[in-house]
């Protein structure tokens, strides 16, 4: 039985998603939308799907990762080339659900391949494993004839749309909130928490690091194939570790542990560098001094105090007070 | 203090959503010639992509100053039918989707034609865009085929097998060598697309090609083992369809393995001669490449570019210069030939696409007349590194 607490808080983190789309939508319908921003919404929509999945291995189960762009890219190029070589089979309905479940699925299996053997590893080593799984993807993905090698993989068809990526994005928030307040999740945590105690307990070490790598490792999958139906050619030089430690800044910036501040992180590292476009030459260098900065103050005791109090825990805490009052009197 | 950044970071944030987010948000860009722009006339915009940070920045930098440098030209002397031009660059890291995003956000500065971007792949997802809107897209530098698929895009460069094909062709009509080593990225579209050719015509016109080596972007510093194995292979000629980064470390360390080869690279290894340092120049003589444009040509439209270039950044043009300045010429006498008075008009999006084709620029980059691909058809001439100088061949 989930507590009310957990119940409201997960229903702050659909609400937050479901207002921001309608929100998205409603402007969008209006027209009051820029084109540079409407174009932002899906790599928004995948960087969430990023973020809150490599969120369940760093924050959750407590194991840096740096393969998740390498992940994506499986995913991403397993459900191009089923769409490619589908696009005149099966209608649009059929064809772009199953090409997310097969990339999913494909970046899943891969996630087991590298899981079985690198999740004996912790800490730095555990990294830097996945650092090098990711390289070798890429690589590999560019000595390929049937991937486009070097030159790309074009002509899938593009089929994002932010409507879509909003529902994956529900879909995915519905299976990572629920896995983590299960038995399972509770599983997880404790093996973050204390490996030696968890494992006392007769928690089995090995199938839940394995399982919380795999989900994450699935949902990498289908954002990379909603990153490649949303352009017209897909490069494997795109995932490079870099695109795994953007990712890892979000989970960092929105907080360990935190799904709905990755969700804000993610929105704000893919706006940031589009939005500082008006300082031209500075851009970048503009851009990662203000991650300097937020990183700074996200992590002063100050802002926190301060989050804190903004916070909705805050407010629901003090409004079940007041309502834990009036039934007593 | 904390307090104090974290105001400074709101400020930042809020001064950039307010800009991201408005719908008209600034055009200022990098007009070119503002003191000639006549009042209240009629511009046209053009938007050009390209990296302007990151590792492909240089050639980005190169053809957004190239193109500045014709914007204030036409700028200067009135423009065209009474229209001026004005250039607005967004810098995309040579990243297709960042391209995109920067497309759009062009299109919501009222951008009326293209530059495409600069880098291929970059290029070919701006090009999908710029179809749906049906505006011209004219790339200076976008040399994948997949670039100009569709009816509105065209280039200023060779596409990539033509210049792997025009190098073989160019080897053997003149007799340079017969026996042909090659080291190529790997991991380079641009360097794959012309090695792949390369090998096709050598075989039909029958060079020899006695070995292949290849190197990817994260190995791209020690050239060692692939020299060697050239050197083995006994070639006469090293075929490098690389850039000049790649290429100038290969020459260093060829001449350190003893390696007496010809050195024949394509537009890529155009920048070499400043890659290589002035204490290195004797190893690029006799280096021969493949380029539409040498900045030492004695031509008087060549010598008056570099002159205004020179002045005005202190860098000497390379070719993505010269692709930039020809694409905003093009652009321009593609806009002559509509005879339309604004981009306003009805059916300027039509006009220009079908202009393309009828116009012919005498332009840095050659003579140029387009096919309905969208491929301009040019002749390809070849350099030879004398005395730290471009020479052309045969006239060294």
């Known amino acids: ?329 | 203090m904390k307090k104090y950044f974290a105001m400074m970071m709101a400020a930042v944030m809020a001064a950039a959503c307010f800009t991201g987010c408005g719908s008209s948000s600034s055009t200022e860009g990098t007009e070119g010639g503002d003191g000639a722009t006549t009042e209240g006339g009629a511009t046209i915009v053009i938007g050009g992509i390209g990296p302007l940070t990151g590792d492909y920045a240089t050639y980005g930098i190169s053809a957004k100053q190239g193109a500045e440098i014709a914007i204030e030209e036409i700028n200067e002397a009135g423009g065209v039918n009474g229209v001026t031009f004005q250039l607005l660059f967004e810098d995309d890291q040579a990243d297709p989707s960042t391209a995109v995003s920067a497309y759009n956000m062009l299109m919501d500065d009222g951008m009326d034609v293209s530059l495409g971007a600069v880098t291929s792949g970059a290029c070919i997802a701006v090009a999908e865009e710029s179809q749906q809107d049906g505006i011209l897209l004219l790339t200076p530098s976008g040399s994948q085929k997949e670039c100009t698929q569709y009816d509105n895009s065209f280039r200023i460069c060779f596409q990539d097998p033509d210049q792997g094909t025009y190098s073989a062709e160019f080897i053997k009509d003149n007799g340079i060598a017969q026996k042909i080593g090659i080291i190529y990225d790997k991991s380079n579209d641009y360097s794959v697309g012309i090695t792949d050719s390369f090998e096709a015509k050598a075989a039909e016109i029958g060079l020899e090609i006695v070995t292949k080596q290849a190197f990817t972007d994260q190995s791209n510093t020690d050239f060692s083992a692939q020299i060697q194995a050239v050197k083995d292979a006994g070639a006469e000629l090293l075929f490098l369809p690389i850039y000049a980064q790649e290429a100038a470390y290969i020459l260093t360390q060829a001449d350190k393995a003893g390696l007496e080869t010809i050195f024949f690279g394509v537009d890529g290894m155009d920048g070499i001669l400043e890659k290589i340092g002035a204490e290195n120049q004797a190893l690029t003589e006799g280096v021969m490449l493949l380029t539409p444009f040498a900045a030492d040509a004695q031509d008087e439209q060549t010598v008056a570019f570099v002159e205004k270039y020179k002045a005005a950044y202190n860098a000497t043009p390379d070719q993505f210069a010269a692709d930039g300045y020809d694409a905003i010429y093009t652009i321009a006498a593609a806009f002559e030939q509509t005879g339309l008075s604004s981009a306003d008009d009805e059916g300027f999006n039509e006009a220009m696409i079908a202009a393309m084709t009828e116009i012919t620029v005498d332009g840095l980059t050659g003579t140029m007349t387009w096919t309905a691909d969208g491929e301009p058809s040019k002749s390809a001439t070849a350099v030879v590194i004398t005395d730290g100088v471009y020479k052309a061949y045969g006239l060294e």
């Not at chain 1, 650092?131 to 390929?144: D, K, W």
């Not at chain 1, 352009?231 to 800044?249: C, H, K, P, R």
């Open chain 1, 1 to 329: 039985m989930q507590s009310k607490k957990t119940v409201v808080s997960k229903m702050i983190t659909y609400g937050m998603v479901i207002l921001a789309f309608v929100i998205v939508f409603a402007l969008d319908q209006s027209g009051l939308i820029s084109r540079h921003m409407r174009s932002m919404l899906v790599p928004i929509g995948i960087n969430i799907i990023l973020a809150v999945s490599l969120n369940l291995t760093v924050g959750f189960l407590g194991e840096l990762t740096l393969g998740h762009a390498g992940f994506m890219s499986v995913g991403a190029y397993a459900g191009c080339l089923f769409s490619i070589y589908t696009a005149d089979l099966l209608p649009l309905a059929a064809r772009f659900p199953l090409a997310m479940l097969l990339g999913g699925i494909v970046a899943a299996v891969f996630g087991i391949i590298i899981g079985v053997p690198v999740l004996r590893l912790k800490g730095d080593y555990l990294a830097i494993v996945t650092l090098a799984f990711g390289e070798i993807i890429r690589s590999v993905i560019i000595n390929l004839n049937f991937t486009g090698g070097a030159s790309g993989l074009k002509g899938t068809p593009q089929d994002s749309t932010y409507p879509i990526t909003f529902v994956v994005i529900l879909i995915m928030l519905f299976v990572i909130m629920n896995l983590v307040e299960s038995k399972h999740g509770r599983a997880i945590t404790a093996i973050r928490d204390n490996r030696i105690a968890a494992e006392a307990c007769g928690i089995n070490i090995t199938y839940y690091k394995l399982l919380a790598f795999v989900v994450a490792a699935f949902f990498a999958g289908v954002a990379g194939v909603l990153f490649g139906h949303n352009y017209s050619i897909l490069t494997a030089g795109t995932f490079d570790y870099n695109m795994s430690i953007e990712i890892l800044v979000m989970v960092v910036l929105g907080g360990m542990g935190s799904i709905r501040g990755s969700i804000i992180a993610a929105t704000v590292i893919t706006i940031l560098p589009e939005a500082l476009r008006f300082l031209e030459d500075y851009r970048m260098l503009i851009y990662a001094v203000v991650l300097i900065i937020v990183m700074i103050v996200n992590a002063s005791p100050r802002f926190t105090g301060m989050r804190d109090f903004l916070s909705p825990k805050t407010w629901i805490a003090i409004l079940t007070k007041k309502n834990n009052g009036k039934e007593a009197a």
